[in-house]
Nanobody, 130 residues
Framework: QLQLVESGGGLVQPGGSLRLSCAAS????????VGWFRQAPGKEREGISC????????YYADSVKGRFTISRDNAQSTVYLQMNSLKPEDTAVYYC???????????????????????WGQGAQVTVSN
């Protein structure tokens, strides 16, 4: 079965850290750009970070810039999102999504739209609270 599987979510106190993982199953993730999105209750899904297939390029939304770091290990078909200095407003379900690298687009454009992705993960809950 071709799918993305997120892991690493949980409950953390403000100021804490979490690392999310997005693992590809059934296909080689190295041919895909990958984006991380999040959706809080009552809000639209928001693109927060994207990475090119070779990891040569990254993009961050202003809301997470300087606090979150996206990376990938193509040998493990896994993309990571290291989240530091977490705030209560970071509470959301976090999703990863993969877009084939042959699609002509830019990382900022890819991160600001939720359509056209080839694969989506099932989501991982991140809760930042005392």
């Amino acid at each position: 079965q071709l799918q993305l599987v997120e892991s690493g979510g949980g409950l953390v106190q403000p100021g804490g850290s979490l690392r999310l993982s997005c693992a590809a199953s059934g296909f080689a993730l190295n041919y895909y750009r990958v984006g991380w999105f999040r959706q809080a209750p009552g809000k639209e899904r928001e693109g927060i970070s994207c990475i090119s297939a070779s990891a040569g390029g990254t993009y961050y939304a202003d809301s997470v810039k300087g606090r979150f770091t996206i990376s990938r290990d193509n040998a493990q078909s896994t993309v990571y999102l290291q989240m530091n200095s977490l705030k209560p407003e970071d509470t959301a379900v976090y999703y990863c999504a993969a877009l084939h690298a042959s699609v002509v687009t830019s990382l900022p454009r890819m991160c600001t739209q939720t359509s056209s992705y080839d694969y989506w993960g099932q989501g991982a809950q991140v809760t930042v609270s005392n």
